[in-house]
């Protein structure tokens, strides 16, 4: 399980998406083995991340949550963060949360792009914190 990394995705915004796949799988160090699993949607991160703790230690979490015009989008912002750090602190796990949370999807796009890529970056910090 050492360098084994579950990359649990939802594919709502399937553009962006992609995008910040691209960006962490172009910057991933080639030691780690990722195996990726779809979602339909952010929420669902959580339930995926949980079903696979048996099997890994690390993972990256990739969605995309875009405000509207209710309060769906702070609470659930806040409740899947939250819950990445709980599942974090309690099973003592890895997660790199790359769950973007953006006003509108050009501001998405733009953090999926080829420059500042979030997807990149969450990959970054896996190769900083495991790869010695």
């Known amino acids: ?12 915004y399937k553009d962006v998406t992609n995008g910040l796949l691209d960006g962490f799988n172009n910057s991933i160090d080639a030691s780690f083995v990722c195996d990726e699993f779809k ?9 995926k991340i949980n079903s696979l703790l048996d ?7 990739i969605g995309v949550i875009v405000k ?4 769906h989008y702070e ?7 939250n819950q990445l750090l709980n599942i974090t602190t309690l099973k003592n796990v890895y997660i790199s949360n790359c769950v973007l949370n ?4 050009e501001q998405a796009a733009q953090r999926a ?4 890529n979030k997807g990149s970056e969450s990959a970054q910090a896996l190769n900083n914190l495991f790869i010695t």
Do not use: H
């Not at 509207?68 to 309060?71: H, P, Q, V």
């Not at 792009?113 to 500042?116: M, P, Q, R, V």
């Open 68 to 71: 509207g015009e209710t309060d």
């Open 75 to 81: 609470f659930l912002s806040s409740s899947i963060a």
């Open 102 to 105: 953006v006003l509108n999807i």
């Open 1 to 12: 399980m050492k360098n084994k990394v579950a990359i649990v995705y939802s594919d709502y």
């Open 39 to 47: 979602v339909s949607g952010s929420w669902e991160i959580i339930y």
């Open 113 to 116: 792009g080829s420059e500042n």
């Open 55 to 61: 099997e890994y230690d690390k993972f990256i979490a």
